[in-house]
């Protein structure tokens, strides 16, 4: 099955700091969704972006389908920005037809130093 | 707020015990899907409905089930509750059936099973 790699696993940043997070997959992907997990356990959608790329504030994400990767870009870093940061991604060949089919990578940990 | 409701936020019960989780999906959204989370196994994708109809399984125990509401809302029910069955339990919802859509997830249910 496609695997989805994921760097750095851990991330020790400093406030103000920016910071590129990698989502490598080795298959042809029709889904590809950036989540960040906080400290107290939610898990919020930052992005859907199977391709191309997409602004949301100090947050950016491309992806780049025909070489398998996306990057996830944090600027000016602040302390709220702690916890986990999923990539998961949907194999194009997805015989289920489901998004509970989404292959979620081990994440990268992010801490933020004040 | 991602706009998916999950009641109770912490559930606290005995092994053997059967307890039933309730998720309200973002207004709109057709599909709704189950995920386990525990530290050891990730996030575990366990079933999804479709406007009311099972639609994908997952990893789902047989002592486990679910089902989707008319109006949209969905329950988890777990039964003959084992230690190993305490985790974090989210709720995630999908316009249609979700393929093309991004995967929005509540704030989940915190099980401890003593």
């Known amino acids: 099955g496609i695997q989805v790699e994921q760097s750095p696993p851990d991330l020790i940043l400093q406030e103000g700091a920016n910071s590129t997070l990698r989502c490598n997959f080795s298959?042809?992907?029709?889904?590809l969704q950036w989540f960040h997990q906080n400290p107290w356990g939610q898990l919020i959608n930052l992005f859907y972006?199977?391709?191309g790329t997409k602004q949301n504030g100090r947050l950016s994400a491309t992806t780049v389908a025909t070489e398998r990767y996306s990057l996830l870009y944090i600027s000016s870093s602040q302390t709220t920005d702690s916890g986990v940061y999923f990539c998961?991604?949907?194999?194009?060949?997805?015989?289920?037809?489901?998004?509970?089919?989404?292959?979620f990578g081990k994440g990268t940990k992010l801490s933020v130093k004040p | 707020d991602s706009g998916v409701t999950q009641t109770p936020k912490h559930l606290i019960t005995a092994t053997g015990q059967r307890v039933t989780l309730r998720c309200s999906p973002r207004s709109g959204d057709l599909s709704v899907y189950w995920y386990q989370q525990s530290l050891d196994q990730g996030l575990q994708f366990l079933i999804q409905y479709y406007n009311g109809e099972e639609r994908a399984k997952g990893n789902i125990l047989e002592r486990f089930s679910a089902q989707q509401f008319p109006d949209l809302h969905s329950e988890l029910n777990l039964s003959s509750l084992e230690l190993g069955d305490s985790a974090l339990y989210f709720c995630?919802?999908?316009?249609?059936?979700?393929?093309?859509?991004?995967?929005?997830f509540g704030n989940g249910t915190r099980l401890t099973v003593t």
């Open positions: 998961a991604v949907l194999p194009f060949m997805n015989y289920g037809g489901s998004q509970g089919n989404l292959i």
């Open positions: 972006i199977p391709s």
């Open positions: 995630a919802s999908s316009a249609g059936q979700g393929l093309g859509s991004p995967l929005h």
């Open positions: 298959d042809s992907v029709n889904n």
